[in-house]
Each structure stands twice: as C-alpha cells, then as structure tokens.
C-alpha cells in the first residue's frame, strides 16, 4: 500500500480524463490563431481559474511553471536579480526543501548573504527570530508553508505581516500545503507562492507560481515570451489542464478529505507510539499537515525499514542517509537539535485519500513487526539505556 504521498500521488481518474483530449485530438499549440490553438488557449485559461479559485488569487496573478523547483527558482532568483542594488540579504528557514535551500546556497555563491532561521524543537520558526534578522539590507523572506518531511506547518500569515511592515518580498513554498490545508493568499500576506500539481492527484512536470499583482520579478529563463515573460516555452497543454482539475477537485474535497485523512493520521502515530517502545514522533503534534506522520525509533536505521517496510508490500520513505552520496542525514532532522543517530532511525509515511482504516491497521503490525526483526539482529539495540533486553 502506498503512504508515499508527499513524494508524489497518483493521477486522479478524473484529472487523466480531463487531460486526454489535449494529447492527440486538441494538440494545438496556445499561442497561434486558428480554432486548434484557441481551443488550447480556452483549456488553459479555465485551468488558471480554477488553480486561482483553490488558492484565492486572481487568474492573471497565475503563471503556470514546470513545478515546484521551477515555481522556487523563477520567484527566489526573479526577486533578488531585480532588487540586486537595493540589497543583498535573503532570509529563509533551515528546513526548506532542496528547490529553496539550494537556491540560496547558489546565490550565496554569488554575493548574496542568506540567513537560516533555526526552527527548535518543534520544527517551527520564531517571530522574533525573523524579526530579528531583518535588516535593511533584507529584500526577500522565503519561509516554506508545511515541511515535506515533518509536516510543520509555520505561521505563514504572522510572517507575511512583518514582511509586509518592512517592505519586503515574501515568498513562500506551499506545494506541500496546497489541496491538503486551506491556502488563502490573502489572508496569508504572500507575494509569491510555488506549487506542484503531482502532490495533489495531478500529473508530475506541472505546476504554478503565483505572483502577486504589482510584483515584478527578473525573468530566469529567455524566450518567446509565454506566461508574461516568466516562464516562455510551449505550454505543456494537457498538463495546465490536469493541474486545473486537480485543483478544482482539492477545492471541492478539502474539508472532507482533511477530516477523513487527519484522523487516519492520528490513529496511525497513536499505535505506532503505543505499540513500540522508544518510538517518537518528530516536528509539531498538531501544527502539522493532516496526511504527515514522521516517527524515529532508537536503534533502528532508516533505510533497513523503508526497505523491509517494502518487502511487506509498504511504500514509505527515511530522512536517513546512510547509503546516500552525502552520508549525512536529513538537514531538516539536524535543525530539530536531533543527533546524528537519532536521525539515523526516521521513517515518514505520508497518507492519502485513498488509504483506508484497514491499511492504517496494517501499517502499524508491519512497523511494529520489522522495527522487532531489526533490533533483534542489531547488536548495539540490548546495550541501549532502557531497551528492553530480547533473547
Ligand atoms: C516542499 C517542496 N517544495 C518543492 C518541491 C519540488 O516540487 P517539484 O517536484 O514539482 O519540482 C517539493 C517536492 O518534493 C516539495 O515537497
Ligand atoms: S549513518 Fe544513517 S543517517 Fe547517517
């Protein structure tokens, strides 16, 4: 059973229908004249409305992108190309994805000084931290909505306010967020906001940026001029058109699928933590997304779950890294205050509308079952303070 679905999700039945057409019968290309290309253009623009109406924005501050990482790219470096001379400091927080965090390890590369705010315990960041690391020298704040791997969830439209105080640009990554909480940009303060439409039942390769009306961004890719001079390239037609769907049916479901995913999500980490002792649940108990439960067990690694997990027929996935080319675990574990080997032991299952209380139950004998076999092999396990002692 897949609980991946922070990875990605499957394409939704009805957002393939509604792409189909766009593949061999309306192939036009959106920018010409004849009937094929507007039927194209007509598609894509209903599809704006309808990415516009789930996150409360106005079509025209819609530009459809190639996803998240692209969404990041273009809002990151597009704001601080432009405002170069009138400063050159980013704030951002340690725990944001690669498409972020690497953004600004690129730009601090090339003059750009970044401050990462420490996230505590808790996983989330500090008001008065940010407001202390404002300078006049601040010309973006880009803070992700909810963490792909803890599920926190930060003070969004606290931040957005200060941001807004001080004249500064914020932008934030939502594409763990959007479709699975309510995201309002609004209410939230933001000028910018990425998101990906394979983390919502849509197809992968597709996304948004929304860009405030009034902001203007330096364009990080040259061509012909598409999606206001931001993102030029042929449109990916069928793609706009599955992301539209997809968030036309996230705004439909939200409530009730937020309800019915929150409770599978506590009933797996209430059994989980019940059932296996020196298990723990990392970020923030009910500052997190409905479908996040991300648990480390003492003793264990990571990567021997997800990989056990798998041969009982589980999709799952670990901030450890023993096999990766880095050797280092997750940074976002790290910025927890986490040692090393607690990191070492994490596993995150992410639900989805079409898990079910079964599977949960499930879930949790198979955890239970391989975190056993595992201690049971590990020779360092019975030398553990507190472990309790298995022949
Ligand atoms: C928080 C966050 N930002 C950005 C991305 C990247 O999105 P995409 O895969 O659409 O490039 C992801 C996906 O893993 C994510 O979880
Ligand atoms: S050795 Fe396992 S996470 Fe580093």
């Known amino acids: 059973m897949y609980m991946d679905h922070s990875a990605t999700s499957p394409v939704d039945p009805e957002v393939f229908e509604a792409m189909k057409p766009y593949f ?18 007509k598609a894509m623009e209903a599809a704006r409305e309808q ?23 273009i809002a990151i470096k597009g704001t601080v190309y432009r405002l170069k001379n009138k400063g050159n400091h980013i704030i951002t927080s340690a725990i944001e994805h690669p498409a972020v965090r690497e953004t600004c390890k690129y730009l601090e ?13 808790d996983g989330i960041v500090k008001i008065s931290d940010l407001e202390d690391a404002i300078t006049d020298k601040t010309i973006l704040i880009t803070i992700m909505h909810a963490n792909n791997e803890i599920g926190t ?12 105080e001080n004249k500064i640009y914020f932008h934030t990554d939502a594409v763990q967020t959007v479709g699975k909480i309510p995201v309002n940009v609004e209410k939230m ?59 036309e049916l996230a705004e439909k479901n939200l409530l009730e699928d937020t309800k019915y995913i929150t409770n599978l999500r506590d009933k797996l980490i209430d059994g989980i933590l019940n059932s296996i ?40 996935s670990t901030g450890s890294a023993c096999s990766s080319k880095s050797l280092e675990p ?61 022949e």
């Not at 106005?58 to 790219?73: A, L, Q, R, W, Y």
């Not at 590369?109 to 315990?121: A, D, H, I, S």
């Not at 969830?153 to 807004?164: F, L, T, V, Y």
């Open 24 to 41: 061999v019968d309306n192939f036009g290309n959106a920018s010409t004249l004849y009937s094929l290309g507007r039927d194209a253009r």
């Open 51 to 73: 990415v516009a109406s789930l996150i409360g924005a106005k079509p025209e501050e819609v530009i459809f992108t190639s996803g998240g990482t692209e969404s990041d790219n």
């Open 109 to 121: 590369k090339n003059g750009f000084e970044v401050t990462y705010l420490p996230v505590y315990e």
């Open 153 to 164: 969830i930060q003070p969004i439209a606290e931040i957005g306010k200060i941001a807004r």
């Open 189 to 247: 303060n933001v000028d910018m906001l990425s998101l990906s439409a394979h983390k919502v039942y849509g197809p992968k390769g597709i996304g948004a940026l929304y860009v405030k009306k009034g902001v203007r961004l330096e364009p990080i890719i040259h061509g012909g001029g598409h999606e206001k001079g931001l993102r030029p390239g042929t449109e990916n037609v069928s793609g706009i058109v599955g992301l539209g769907k997809a968030c």
């Open 277 to 316: 002792e020196q298990s723990y649940l990392d970020g923030h108990r009910t500052k997190r997304l409905p479908n996040n439960v991300n648990l480390r067990f003492t003793g264990i690694e990571g990567e021997s779950l997800v990989l056990h997990l798998d041969s009982k027929g589980v999709a799952a």
């Open 330 to 390: 997750s940074h976002v574990l790290i910025a927890l205050g986490l040692e090393h080997v607690e990191a070492h032991g994490s596993l995150r299952l992410t639900l989805g509308k079409e898990n079910t209380e079964e599977e949960v139950d499930y879930v949790i004998t198979a955890v239970k079952e391989v975190v056993e076999t595992l201690r049971k092999l590990s020779p360092l396990w019975c030398e553990i303070p507190g472990a309790e002692r298995r």
